[in-house]
């Protein structure tokens, strides 16, 4: 799965950021579980997760920049909270998905 960051200039996309989750180390994967604590969250509730993303912002800047390499913190103060939301809830969802199929398989 490809997670975009989108840096915006005004309503323009300025710049994209790619990754792929294929790439995430289990570190990545718990950092943001951890973080986020979305467990503890009512699912889909954006508003909840766009709350919790923006008091963590100062432990999720560094976290964005290793996952998405070469984008600057002038950068991330021009990506949108949505799309970062987005990004986080894609995560999430790719942990549980892999995390899941490990346990189906025994391994």
Do not use: H, W
């Given at each position: 799965?490809?997670?975009?960051?989108k840096i915006?200039?005004?309503n323009t996309v300025e710049k994209e950021y790619t990754a792929e989750t294929i790439d995430f180390s289990f570190g990545?994967?718990?950092d943001v579980l951890d973080a986020l604590d979305l467990e503890?969250?009512?699912t889909g509730n954006k508003a909840e997760l766009a709350t919790v993303i923006i008091k963590c912002s100062k432990q999720l800047?560094?976290?964005l920049k290793d996952l998405f390499e070469g984008v600057t913190d002038e950068e991330l103060r021009s990506a949108r909270t949505s799309n970062i939301i987005q990004i986080f809830k894609d995560i999430?969802?790719?942990?549980?998905?892999e995390l899941?199929?490990?346990?189906?398989?025994?391994n």
């Amino acid at each position: 799965m490809e997670i975009k960051l989108k840096i915006y200039n005004g309503n323009t996309v300025e710049k994209e950021y790619t990754a792929e989750t294929i790439d995430f180390s289990f570190g990545v994967v718990e950092d943001v579980l951890d973080a986020l604590d979305l467990e503890n969250m009512k699912t889909g509730n954006k508003a909840e997760l766009a709350t919790v993303i923006i008091k963590c912002s100062k432990q999720l800047k560094p976290f964005l920049k290793d996952l998405f390499e070469g984008v600057t913190d002038e950068e991330l103060r021009s990506a949108r909270t949505s799309n970062i939301i987005q990004i986080f809830k894609d995560i999430y969802s790719y942990a549980v998905n892999e995390l899941g199929t490990l346990n189906k398989s025994g391994n």
